[in-house]
């Protein structure tokens, strides 16, 4: 029974789930909502020596947090599974002994010497350097006599004559010939399955209708195309996807910054923030809008709409369009989100009002969470150090000495402060020594903050209480002449 569009996202678990892999599996997903398909969660983990259960539990956790959830993987029930690699050895095995019985693969026996000695030899001559199929007409006996040597054969798949040309989703008509392709390993001598023959059998069985990676995949595809053929399975529609750069045009790397989808999330990012900036390095929406929500990412998803050119990772948009995620946040989730942080850097929150006040007055001057914990710093503090240059020369002017202390007058005669006292307090200030503007309200936000920016001033007074705001201006009086 062949079944509606399929699509899988099908990490390797061994390292932390990159950025690009993370968009990938977006763009997967976001097609699979978007035709009413089904998103296969696939890992690959064939490779026993770099594969960690640890990375599998990221995997899950990562794309858990970004809000993709698979409908089928290796947590859930699906009629193709199993979905880990490492438990269908049995069905490649099987794929590749019915390959060999049919002729369209053969036993190697080869040493990587003698390998290496073939590249050499092709090299040196200027041939295309491919296998040169020393072992496809071996003997029964010849076979034999390498088995008792102690020799355990690979098994390479006999690659036909012509050409290989399909239709990509993304690229339009991409042509391979296979004579610079040559006959390729697909088991190798221990049992365990190559690459490109795992993942041929692997969405051939689940009957992936749509495979939609990224386009460093390209030069995998005839060879996974050959082998679906030979083993008699549809061959899938490609989608490759445009790698993701740099500013600097080369491939994301650490030198880059962050990475991998866990340091995003440790910073402090919006799942859904991230969902979109990274919908919106390949694809974009035929509107203009780049803020964009997940239900609108899945109305609106469109291969047509992909590009073909290189995606530029650019941080300062990620942080913009993370700020803009957060700035129309409800102040009841973010405090929410923001606790752990405070809670990481040491500061009290047991008195959850004050900790929404306090969120609720950064709402709109970080970017990402992380960023709350130095903006935060100043309603958590006793003392107040003044080490901004411009801070200091607010300090030192003999207009702030006299806004300093008529401000001190005024506190001795209220009991408690809060916005609309400050207010008053201030008016009485300027018409007390007749300062204005930027030299009336400056002092104040520095001898309290140590920064001439900020919170809004009446809020962040509030927030302090009279008592705190005395002492702090007390402290600064005559310190800075």
Known sequence: MKHSARVRFAPSPTGHLHIGNARTAILNWLFARHVGGTFILRIEDTDP??????????????????????????????????????????????????????????????????????????????????????CLHLSDAEEQELIHAGRKPAVRFKVPEGQVEFEDVVKGTISFDVENIGDFVIMRAEGIPTYNFACVVDDSLMQISHVIRGDDHVSNTPRQILLTQALGMDVPLYAHIPMILGADRMRLSKRHGATSVDEYRAKGYIPEALINFLSLLSWSSQSGDEILSVDRLIKEFDFSRISKSAAVFNVEKLDWMNGQYIREMDVEKLTQLAIPFFDKAGYETTDYEKTKKIVAALQDKIDYLEQIIDQAKIFFQDHITIDETDARAVIRKDTSQKVFWSFLRELRNIDRIDVDIFRNIMKSVQKETGIMGRDLWMPIRVALTGKVHGPELPVVIELFGKDKCQRLVENIVGGYR
């Open 49 to 134: 020596e770099r594969s960690k259960s640890e990375y599998v539990n990221r995997i899950y956790e990562d794309l858990n947090w970004l809000g993709i959830q698979w409908d089928e993987g290796p947590d859930t029930e699906g009629e193709f599974g199993p979905y880990r690699q490492s438990m269908r050895f049995e069905l490649y095995q099987r794929y590749a002994n019915k390959l060999r019985e049919e002729g369209k693969a053969y036993n190697c026996y080869c040493t990587p010497e003698e390998l290496e000695q073939m590249r050499k030899d092709a090299v040196r001559e200027g041939r295309q350097v491919t296998y040169n199929r020393k």
